[in-house]
């Protein structure tokens, strides 16, 4: 799990979800990042503004501690140490019960961590407490992809990118779902959009590998095999040859467009 977190949709050997935590966190993209920075209002020789200016600072203090913890709970979480991370969004959900973002995030960890029950009643917390939030959505759709309820997490994605139009990790996760439905024109439809989108907004995003890779396989499937073939070389170019941190998918995803295209071409 790292700042553009990704989770693996299971059984392993299917596609790869790509899943987000909400503000806070950042385990996902920078559209989940807010910014807590929040200037001090000048303080006037009189006791009522001066009272209102330590309240301010003790709000601001408490959010910085906020911070902290859901970075901590971030770091170990990367580290593999789930049962920690867990047990601190534990303490953020009990000093603020009304946190979908904490509820969120915690559900992301109970789902790495394997516990997918935990992680549904996280889900299903976050969107009670705020259902505009795009990203529980998206990592909600994950947990019903993984448990084979695909017209479900089919729905979910399509409620991320109708509150999000951007989340492109949304349009990648449909697509697939869709590609595993063997609805292959509606997936190439997800994928082109979102590389359009990309292209035209974020040239250098690294999920354009990603999705050169999953259209590719689309196209695979489908029998188009000098399309798979092309955008499996762009996927190679763009995907990393070592992995940023042990929860980057993008290594795996590369081996797997190798495998791939080894099988179109025996040489490769």
Same mark, same amino acid.
């Given at each position: 799990m790292n700042v553009n977190a990704f989770s693996d949709r299971q059984p392993p050997s299917r596609a790869l979800h790509l899943a987000k935590t909400v503000s806070g966190m950042r385990i996902s993209s920078k559209f989940a990042q807010t910014s807590l920075r929040r200037s001090r209002k000048a303080i006037r020789p009189n006791g009522q503004n001066l009272i209102y200016g330590q309240a301010a600072l003790s709000h601001q203090h408490q959010q910085e501690s906020v911070l902290h913890l859901r970075q901590r709970a971030l770091m170990?979480?990367?580290q593999g140490h789930f049962a920690e991370a867990i047990a601190v969004f534990d303490r953020l959900i009990t000093a603020n019960p009304n946190s979908a973002i904490d509820y969120n995030n915690r559900g992301l960890v109970h789902f790495q961590s394997g516990q997918s029950e935990?992680? &549904? &009643? %996280?889900? %299903?917390?976050? &969107?009670q407490l705020n259902p505009r939030l795009a990203n529980v959505y998206n990592n909600r759709a994950n947990?019903?992809?993984?448990a084979g309820r695909l017209a479900e997490a089919i729905a979910d994605y399509g409620m991320a990118i109708d509150l999000d139009p951007g989340n492109i990790r949304a349009w990648i996760n449909q697509g697939i779902t869709f590609r595993d439905l063997e609805m292959y024109e509606q997936a190439v439809e997800n994928f082109d959009f979102a590389l359009q989108f990309l292209l035209a907004t974020t040239a250098t995003s690294p999920l354009i590998g990603h999705l050169y890779a999953e259209r590719g396989r689309t196209s695979h499937l489908l029998g188009d095999w000098n399309c798979a073939?092309? %955008?499996?070389?762009?996927?190679l170019e763009k995907l990393p040859e070592a992995a940023i941190d042990s929860a980057d998918i993008s290594l795996r995803l590369r081996l797997q467009v190798t495998n791939w295209l080894s099988e179109l071409i025996p040489s490769a």
């Amino acid at each position: 799990m790292n700042v553009n977190a990704f989770s693996d949709r299971q059984p392993p050997s299917r596609a790869l979800h790509l899943a987000k935590t909400v503000s806070g966190m950042r385990i996902s993209s920078k559209f989940a990042q807010t910014s807590l920075r929040r200037s001090r209002k000048a303080i006037r020789p009189n006791g009522q503004n001066l009272i209102y200016g330590q309240a301010a600072l003790s709000h601001q203090h408490q959010q910085e501690s906020v911070l902290h913890l859901r970075q901590r709970a971030l770091m170990k979480a990367q580290q593999g140490h789930f049962a920690e991370a867990i047990a601190v969004f534990d303490r953020l959900i009990t000093a603020n019960p009304n946190s979908a973002i904490d509820y969120n995030n915690r559900g992301l960890v109970h789902f790495q961590s394997g516990q997918s029950e935990s992680a &549904l &009643l %996280d889900y %299903d917390r976050a &969107l009670q407490l705020n259902p505009r939030l795009a990203n529980v959505y998206n990592n909600r759709a994950n947990y019903y992809a993984a448990a084979g309820r695909l017209a479900e997490a089919i729905a979910d994605y399509g409620m991320a990118i109708d509150l999000d139009p951007g989340n492109i990790r949304a349009w990648i996760n449909q697509g697939i779902t869709f590609r595993d439905l063997e609805m292959y024109e509606q997936a190439v439809e997800n994928f082109d959009f979102a590389l359009q989108f990309l292209l035209a907004t974020t040239a250098t995003s690294p999920l354009i590998g990603h999705l050169y890779a999953e259209r590719g396989r689309t196209s695979h499937l489908l029998g188009d095999w000098n399309c798979a073939i092309a %955008d499996y070389c762009r996927a190679l170019e763009k995907l990393p040859e070592a992995a940023i941190d042990s929860a980057d998918i993008s290594l795996r995803l590369r081996l797997q467009v190798t495998n791939w295209l080894s099988e179109l071409i025996p040489s490769a």
